[in-house]
């Protein structure tokens, strides 16, 4: 086990210092995979279809007549909408994320590049990260696609979040231009073209600070001019290259008055708002290079030599020095239109180069949007919903002297819708207008002839969208009356169905009761819960009111106060005989119904939480009710029947109740287990739940991978994998994220689109066909902005690698697929193990050896030779008495069990207090066997050691011979005394070959060990005819007779004594068999 510790940071004490440089290609944390180790899942999610539009004024909306397309905001995203021949609507998105890396660099006004380029960037990250010793994977990554930036830099949520505010295509089509509002707001110059890539712009320009209002393209598509917010109070004004995008700043000048519309006028510009009407021209002869800056002069360096300052002039407004102009429209090369709140309609006529600035008609109701089609005719929008179209050439007629008071135009007003809801924003097509209203709304509308007089055919297209905030959606199983995949529901009332592709089925709205004199606390729609095939609906107020729609009448048929407050969550479950409806509210209380034939019944109020119930939900065969609270707590109630006047009634009761640390706001169940609970809290935990016993299974923190803060996960999915575990998707309203994690909490998913609060998501699936299991699934998510966003969940099975294709070296795969054909049949295999191979190693006589197991010798510790204190010599300590239950009746006891203990531990040095002591309790028992030879014998594997640990166990049998009264049979006594005897001759040949031991020492050592093998038989023979003595009188034999044979066994045996002697002493290490002395001992 390595001491490094794989993480290079923890090293060192900064990140600059390398302890071991090294030119290895392969990073130092690196942890390589195993290949049989299964991999993390893949997962695609990408943007599919946004429903709904944050377009709220006119430099949001913008229109491509050339290519029959027009460009919208809606939440962080551009969309581009072509129509087709068949006037169906196709979308694309266009975003960058924080650290998006643009190809081209651009200029900025404070010096230096205002966004390095994409090969800058990543060179700088990279020498960085090899200085600081930490250095990139070189392994693929999971999620490496959605990473922020090459250098994984936690990004905060002010820098994630930036809303598109204004949009503007370029009149040749090849670039769209979106600006943003937020933390450092960007203008990104994107190019329209199929092949290019919609999340990587061609340029980033990072020169406003607070806001973009407004970007438009100049005529020629030369120039491009962003307007910051009043706050940020700068117009800038970009050279662009028409080849590659690049942008460089050409001009620029303050602008802190408020703004509304900005719109060229051959090369000048003009900019409209309150009290407001300025001329700004880009070839003026009189320019010159700028020389202010807008920091200190230390730190501002030109970076453009062509760079000015941008001169402009206010028009003179006369009696409409107190308007507000709310657009403006170029229909000439020298003049313009300009529209008030109030519906002046204004000239500004630059012929001679004096921007005279008159009033020609009023249009009779509020302007809000203005538009010029290629047929010569002017659309004025109105802020009740009215449209009327005039003819340019009308307008422009010579009035000498101007007519006052100027005549209101005569022209019929198209209502578009019946709510009066405002037009916020007009652009022409080449045979359709597109207007975008107040409620969010788009409509694709027919254009006429010139010499029709209604000059608007009707709507063909519609993309209806929440004009509120969308406040929950849920999925709708298959199949249903609505033909529906999911439905969505706003605080206004509107419930709209939609299928998969973002296609309006149906709508329906929920009657709201308001309280009179209570305009500040108005009624909104809360929850709303449909049943299978949506045969009804059930929805709950804010005032606590319950109402069950009828589906196909879209009629109430049950409406009831329910709750003192507001309703938090509704369930349903259906069964084979009883459907119950329960629904929670912050009154603390669980209403419990049961539909009975076509009735509603009350069947139970819970009231067991001391706070805000926040959900209730029901387990799939409906026999669990749960719900929690903001009282920290979850109860889990069991529905019990019990028959009563023949009725059945029905209750649900407690069974057990799970005290979290937190409130939760959001729990579902799991995907494949019935009994598992998925529960996310305000402290930004998931957490994982056994409703069986209430016990914690698992738990993680929504976090990112690359060390960003938490975030609160206030809506959980869970989604089924067709492998592996389910993933867990959630929204956070934190940082207005849609995320996907693993069971474990490892993120694989990340996204954002959303501008304002996630209120919920949903998982939506749809077969592709009967036969088919694979299905398309699809995440939805609604915000409080209005938009509505579908995400395309592609998840890839992790790839495993196949251990037997990489075993099979051969790689031929055999093509027939008969098992009885022996080339189907695995092959024959015989792997010898270590231990077999050993035996092949060793001599005939180690062979019939008696074995002593495979353990592994223990390792002697070394001591440093660095100590200080030279170490003790450690004596064998005598061998203390047994017990009886570790006493073995074979000679295959080999090692002492104490002895173990002492090898383990490693030696103190000496103490001067017990020396005396420690020598005195050391006895030895016999001096001849414990001598010890100086050298190397103590040391570990040597023959000293060996001769040693031999010593100490024949002592070891010795005692327990003494101690022991079990028997020994004739083949154990046989074996021992050959291998006793195979041992001496051995003992003695290495004597004669190394001359270092006497003979006469050798002699005594077989001395000793034949005197006690004759004394242990002696016993034995002894102790065995003193049993078969006993055994015969018990018989009935006389005893007398038994005497006399004890007698004659006792002289056979002292007989028998010295032949065994003799033959144990023999020189030349013959054996003499014992049962030729010992009659009545079987002979084998």
């Known amino acids: 086990m390595s001491l490094t510790p794989s993480n290079s940071r923890m090293m060192s004490p900064a990140w600059g210092l390398k302890l071991t440089p090294s030119n ?79 190809l081209n660099p651009s200029s900025s006004i404070y010096g230096g590049p205002a966004t390095p380029t994409n090969n800058e960037i990543r060179s700088r990250t990279a020498a960085s990260l090899r200085e600081a010793g930490i250095g990139a994977s070189t392994l693929a990554t999971p999620g490496a696609e959605w990473a922020d930036s090459p250098s994984s830099k936690a990004w905060t949520a002010r820098e994630r979040i930036k809303a598109a505010t204004c949009v503007s295509f370029s009149p040749d089509g090849k670039y769209l231009a979106v600006g943003e509002t937020g933390y450092k707001p960007r203008v ?41 917010s009043a706050n940020d109070g700068f117009l800038y004004v970009w050279s662009i290259n028409s080849r590659t995008g690049s942008a460089t700043l050409f001009a620029s000048n303050k602008c802190t008055s408020n703004i509304n519309k900005i719109a060229w006028l051959g090369t000048s510009l003009i900019t409209v708002g309150t009290r407001h009407v300025k001329l700004w021209r880009t070839e003026d002869p009189n320019l010159t290079p700028s020389t202010k800056s807008r920091q200190s002069d230390a730190i501002f360096i030109l ?10 002039r206010n028009c003179v407004l006369g009696s409409l020095l107190e308007a507000t102009f709310t657009s403006v429209v170029a229909v000439a090369p020298n003049k313009a239109i300009v529209c008030s709140d109030k519906g002046d309609i204004c000239l500004i006529d630059d012929s001679d180069g004096t921007q005279r600035f008159s009033k020609i008609a009023d249009a009779g109701f509020g302007v809000t949007a203005m538009a010029v089609d290629s047929k010569g005719r002017i659309h004025l929008a109105g802020s009740r919903g009215g449209l009327k179209t005039l003819n340019i050439n009308d307008i422009l007629a010579v009035h000498t002297p101007p007519p006052s008071p100027p005549p209101r135009v005569q022209s019929p007003v198209v209502t578009l819708m019946n709510d009066s809801a405002q037009v916020e924003a007009v652009a022409p097509l080449i045979d359709y207008l597109v207007t975008v209203d107040s409620r969010h709304s788009i409509r694709l509308s027919t254009l006429s002839s010139p010499d029709d007089g209604t000059s608007l055919g009707s709507v063909v297209q519609k993309l209806p969208a929440h004009g509120e905030p969308v406040l929950g959606v849920n999925a709708l199983s298959f199949p249903n009356s609505f033909d529906a995949s999911f439905f969505t529901w706003s605080a206004g009332g509107s419930v709209l169905f939609w299928s998969q592709d973002g296609v309006c089925k149906d709508s329906l709205e929920i009657p709201l009761e308001q309280i009179e004199g209570n305009e500040d606390d108005l009624n909104e729609l809360r929850r709303v819960c449909a049943s299978s095939e949506i045969k009804y609906l059930v929805t709950g107020d804010k005032y606590g009111v319950i109402r069950v729609i009828d589906g196909r009448t879209k009629t109430s048929t049950f409406d009831l106060k329910a709750h003192a407050g507001e309703v938090t969550d509704i369930s349903i479950y259906e069964g ?41 939900l029901f387990s799939r065969n409906g026999s669990r009710l749960l719900s929690c609270s903001s009282d920290r707590t979850v109860v889990i109630r069991e529905l019990v029947s019990r028959e009563e006047d023949g009725d059945l009634m029905s209750a649900f009761l407690i069974l057990r109740t799970i005290t979290l640390k937190a409130t939760p706001l959001s729990m579902i169940l799991d995907a494949d287990q019935d009994d598992v609970l998925l529960v996310s809290t305000i402290d930004r935990q998931v957490h994982k739940y056994d409703l069986r016993n209430g016990h914690s299974l698992s738990s993680f923190r929504a976090s990112d991978t690359e060390g960003g803060d938490a975030v609160v996960v206030s809506s959980l999915v869970h989604i089924p994998t067709p492998r592996g575990s389910p993933l867990i998707a959630g929204v956070s309203s934190t940082d207005k994220s849609i995320r996907i994690y693993e069971e474990n909490g490892t993120l694989i998913g990340r996204d954002w689109g959303h501008t304002e609060g996630v209120t919920d998501i949903a998982l939506v699936s749809s077969k592709t066909s009967e036969d088919d299991d694979a299905d398309q699934r699809s995440l939805v998510t609604v915000a409080v902005d209005g938009t509505i966003f579908i995400w395309s969940l592609d998840l890839k099975a992790p790839h495993r690698h196949d251990l037997s294709k990489s075993l099979d070296l051969m790689g031929a795969s055999t093509p027939t697929t008969n098992k009885d054909l022996l080339v189907a049949k695995p092959p024959l295999r015989r792997v010898f193990s270590q231990s077999e191979l050993a035996r092949f190693q060793r001599s005939p006589e180690e062979e019939v050896t008696t074995p002593t197991g495979n353990r592994s010798p223990r390792l002697r510790k070394k001591l440093s030779k660095f100590s200080l ?46 020396a005396q002591l420690s020598k005195s309790r050391r006895p030895s028992l016999d001096a001849r066997s414990r001598t010890k030879s100086g ?49 001496a001759r051995a003992v003695g040949e290495r004597a004669v070959k190394s001359k270092g031991m006497d003979e006469t020492v050798m002699v005594k050592l077989l001395d000793q060990y034949s005197e006690r093998l004759v004394q242990m038989l002696d016993e034995k023979i002894a102790a065995s005819v003193a049993q078969q003595v006993r055994h015969n009188s018990e018989g009935g034999v006389s ?16 007989e028998s004594a010295p032949n065994a002697t003799a033959g144990a002493s023999a020189t030349d290490g013959s054996t003499t068999d014992a049962s030729a002395a010992a009659p009545g001992v079987e002979e084998t």
Not at 303 to 312: E, F, K, V, Y
Not at 949 to 966: C, I
């Open 1039 to 1054: 005893g007398q007779s038994g005497a006399g044979g004890a007698g004659a066994s006792s002289e056979e045996g002292e």
């Open 869 to 914: 204190a030279q170490a003790p010599r450690l004596d064998p300590s005598p061998m203390p008495s047994l017990s009886r239950d570790f006493q073995t009746s074979g000679p295959s006891f080999a090692q002492p069990l104490s002895r173990k203990t002492f090898r383990n531990r490693s030696p103190s040095p000496p103490s001067p207090r017990n």
């Open 303 to 312: 970076t453009s030599a062509t760079h000015r300052t941008l001169p402009g």
């Open 24 to 102: 290895s290609p392969f990073t130092k944390n690196t942890p390589l995979r195993s290949p049989v180790k299964p991999s993390r899942q893949e997962l695609n999610l990408s943007l599919r279809q946004v429903i709904g539009t944050t377009t709220s004024s006119a430099n949001a909306f913008d229109s491509l007549p050339s290519g029959r397309s027009f460009a919208f905001t809606a939440g962080a995203a551009a969309v581009i909408a072509t129509v087709d021949d068949n006037q169906q609507v196709s979308q694309r998105f266009y975003r960058a994320r924080p650290a998006a890396n643009p």
């Open 935 to 983: 050298g190397n014998v103590n040391e570990f594997g040597s023959l000293g050691a060996s001769t040693e640990q031999v010593s100490r166990t024949l002592r070891a049998y010795r005692k327990r011979l003494a101690n022991s009264s079990d028997s020994l049979t004739s083949e154990s006594v046989r074996e021992l005394e050959r291998e006793l005897a195979i041992t």
């Open 576 to 616: 084979k005989t009883h459907t119950y409806v329960a629904c929670a509210g912050r009154d603390r209380t669980v209403q419990v119904f049961m539909k009975k034939d076509d009735t509603w019944d009350l069947l139970q109020t819970l009231d067991e939480h001391v706070g805000a119930v926040t959900g209730v």
């Open 188 to 228: 990104l110059l994107f190019s329209t073209s199929m092949e290019a890539p919609s999340d990587t712009p061609l340029t980033c320009i990072s020169d406003h600070t607070f806001g973009v209002r407004c970007v438009s393209f100049s005529p020629d598509s030369q120039y491009l001019a962003s307007l910051g």
